[in-house]
């Protein structure tokens, strides 16, 4: 079991287009299992590898409660194929811009296509908390954070915020 230290915003290591693998093969099970450690060792219920330095297409989720049987998702390449007409608006947060939340509309459904830890091809309907997460995972393959889908007011009031105490934590 590996923790890695999850990067925070605002870092140009964010912004990169991660790219897809060509199959998961041993090294990339073994990514996958560390990416569960890390989420899981933070309170997230997902995580992307960009977030931990890896430029890969590679994403983690877990939505499960605390009280719940844990229902760990590992997926490679993932791609959302289908999206449904409804939108939901939910209060989105993420591992790299820690104690920051904003709420976020997206579609309230999608079909995803990814890769497993065996190196099948699946696909999965995910609906509600489920579908924003994946959603939001992707996006982090593409440099995409939470705070993109938001007004840019908010946007650059929450990453001041978060720069302010980086600086503060670098010189204490
Ligand atoms: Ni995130």
New binding site residues.
Partial sequence: MTVHSIIVAPDPRLKVKSKSIERVDDDVRTLMDDMLDTMHSAKGI?L?AP?IGIHKRIIVVDTSREDEKPTPLRMANPEIIEVSDDDISHDEG???LPEQYSEVTRPTSVRVRYLDHENEIRELDAHGILAVCIQ??ID?LDGIL?VDHISALKRNMILRKLAKIKKQEATA
Avoid: D, K, T, V
């Fill in positions: 997902g992307a977030q993420c591992l790299s939001h995972e982090h939470f």
